[in-house]
C-alpha cells in the first residue's frame, strides 16, 4: 500500500511509522520505502519496521530500477509500505511527472490518503472527492484523518465522506499537544539525533493500535506475489571501504551501501566523533551526507582523527564525499561567531544559512578526470542543503563538474578534486547511477594494488 497525502506537512510520516511500527509489533516482518530522495523519513520508517528502508525514485531511478527495487525487498515480508512525498499529485511538472500518483501507478497499488483536518470539516470531502476524480486510475484504499480534534469533529467529517464519496476512513490520527518527532529545517529531525527516538516510535505504534483499523486497513492493501529469487551473484569482497557513519553523518541509501558491497566492497562503519584515527587497512573511504554542523565542536575537537582523514587523503586514499562529507573536508565551519576547523584537505571555509542554498533535484556532466567516473558521464541526483560556501581559495574552473540542473558547488559547477578524492553537493542513488559502485570498486582496487607494490 502507498500512503499519501494533500500536501508536505499533511502528517504522512506520522502515519506511515505509526502503522509499520504497529503491523511489526505484531509480529509480522514490514519493509518500508520512501518516495523520492529523503533520508530522514526513511530512517525513521526504518526504525519502525526494524529492517532497512529503501527509496523509490522515479526522477532517479528508471522503471526497471523501481520494480527491481520493490520487487526484490519484499520477499521475507508480510507487508510493504511506500510513503509518498508532498502532495500525491505533485511532480516536476504540470503533468506531475515523478509523482507519488506515477509510483502507485507504475506499482499497480492502492493509495491510503492522509488528510490534514485541522480547522476544517466538510470540505475533506471535497478534497477527496476532487482526488477520485483528478485521476481515475488511482485506486484509493481509504482515508487517515489527521489532527482531529473533538470527537464531533471526526464524526462531522466521517459523514461528510460517506455522504459524498465512496471511501472509508479507516482510522485517525488525534490532534496532540506536541510533536512526536522533533523538527528542524525542512523537516523532521534525523533518528540518530534524537535520543528519545525509541520512545517517539512506540509512542505512534500504540496511536495507530488504538485508533486505526488495521484489519481494515490490512483488507484493502493488494496482494503481490514476489517475484522468484534468484541466486546471489555478490562479489567476493576485494577492498574494504570505510563508512563514516554516526550522529554527523548519516545521509545514505541503503541501496548504495548494498551496492558497494554487491560489487565487492568489505564495508567498515567509522565514527568520526569518537574514533581516533582511520582503520589502517582501508581501500576506500565514503562520507555520506547529514548535519556536520550540529556536530561541530565533537568533529573539531577530534583533532587526531580529522588529521588522519587529511594524511591518507595526501597518501592517495581513494575518497567519495557528498555534501555533509565535502564540508568535512573543508578547512572549517562559521557557526554563531565561532569558527571549528575541520579535515582541512580542501581550502574551503563554510558557514550556514537561514534559508535552503539548494533544494531539489540536479543533474551534472562530468568534465575533468576524477578516480569514481569517466569524462562526458552524465549523472542525475539531488540536492539538499542549508550551508554556505563563505570563503573559498579557488576558482570554478577548477571544479569537475557541470551542473545541467541545480546549483553545485558554485559558478553552475560541483566536484572538488584532490589525488583520488571527489566531493560534491550532489547526492546519488546507486540504484539509478549504475556507474556508482563499480566506479568507486576499481579506484579502491588500484590503490590496493599500489599499496602492494610499495
Known amino acids: 500500500m502507498v500512503l499519501a497525502g494533500m500536501s508536505g506537512g499533511s502528517g504522512k510520516s506520522v502515519v506511515a511509522v505509526g502503522l509499520v511500527a504497529a503491523l511489526s509489533k505484531r509480529g509480522h516482518g514490514v ?20 529492517q ?39 511532480g516536476v511538472s504540470a503533468e506531475g511527472e515523478f509523482s507519488t500518483a506515477e509510483l502507485a501507478g507504475q506499482l499497480d497499488l492502492p493509495v491510503l490518503l492522509v488528510v490534514n483536518c485541522a480547522k476544517t470539516t466538510r470540505t475533506v470531502a471535497a478534497m477527496v472527492m476532487g482526488c477520485q476524480l483528478f485521476d481515475p486510475r488511482i485506486r484509493f484504499a481509504g482515508v487517515i484523518l489527521n489532527q482531529i480534534a473533538t470527537a ?34 525542512l523537516g523532521v529531525t534525523p533518528h540518530q539525533e534524537y535520543a528519545a527516538a525509541s520512545e517517539a516510535v512506540a509512542s505512534l505504534a500504540e496511536l495507530a493500535e488504538r485508533h486505526f483499523d488495521l484489519e481494515a486497513i490490512i483488507g484493502r492493501m493488494r496482494a503481490v506475489v514476489p517475484l522468484p529469487l534468484t541466486q546471489s551473484t555478490q562479489a567476493a569482497p576485494q577492498v574494504t571501504i570505510g563508512v563514516l557513519r554516526d550522529a554527523a553523518f548519516q545521509f545514505y541509501y541503503q541501496e548504495n551501501l548494498e551496492a558497494l558491497a554487491a560489487a565487492g566492497a568489505r564495508l567498515v562503519m567509522i565514527d568520526a566523533l569518537s574514533f581516533r584515527e582511520l582503520p589502517p587497512d582501508l581501500d576506500g573511504l565514503y562520507i555520506g551526507g547529514g548535519f556536520p554542523e550540529t556536530s561541530a565542536r565533537e568533529l573539531a575537537a577530534n583533532a587526531g582523527f580529522r588529521r588522519s582523514v587529511r594524511e591518507r587523503i595526501d597518501a592517495g586514499l581513494p575518497v567519495y564525499a557528498e555534501c555533509g562529507g565535502l564540508i568535512y573536508l573543508g578547512r572549517s ?11 582541512g584537505v580542501f581550502p574551503v571555509t563554510f558557514a550556514i544559512g537561514a534559508k535552503p542554498q539548494a533544494h531539489g533535484y540536479s543533474a551534472f556532466t562530468v568534465e575533468k578526470p576524477n578516480s569514481f567516473y569517466p569524462v562526458g558521464t552524465r549523472i542525475k541526483g539531488h540536492e539538499f542543503r542549508y550551508s554556505i560556501v563563505h570563503q573559498w581559495d579557488g576558482t570554478a574552473d577548477e571544479l569537475t563538474l557541470a ?15 584532490k589525488g583520488n578524492t571527489l566531493a560534491l553537493y550532489t547526492h546519488i542513488m546507486a540504484s539509478g547511477t549504475p556507474e556508482w559502485a563499480p566506479g568507486f570498486i576499481a579506484a579502491a582496487r588500484r590503490f590496493a594494488a599500489e599499496r602492494l607494490k610499495a
Open 31 to 50: 519493509v518500508s520505502f520512501k518516495k523520492g530522495p529523503d533520508y530522514i523519513d526513511a530512517g525513521w520508517l526504518g526504525k519502525a519496521s526494524g
Open 52 to 90: 532497512p528502508c529503501y527509496n523509490l525514485d522515479p526522477y532517479l531511478m528508471s522503471a526497471e530500477a523501481i520494480t527491481t527495487t520493490f520487487q526484490g525487498r519484499i520477499p521475507g515480508n508480510s507487508f510493504a509500505v511506500i510513503e509518498g512525498n508532498r502532495g500525491i499529485f505533485d
Open 152 to 185: 464531533r469533529h471526526e464524526t462531522v467529517i466521517r459523514q461528510s465522506l460517506e455522504k459524498y464519496t465512496n471511501l472509508p476512513v479507516l482510522g485517525i490520527m488525534p490532534r496532540l499537544k506536541r510533536d512526536v518527532f522533533p523538527m528542524r529545517h
Open 333 to 343: 565551519i562559521l557557526l554563531d561567531n565561532q569558527e571549528y576547523p575541520l579535515a
Open 403 to 417: 551542473m545541467n540542473r541545480g546549483t553545485g558547488f558554485g559558478g553552475g559547477r560541483d566536484g572538488l578534486v
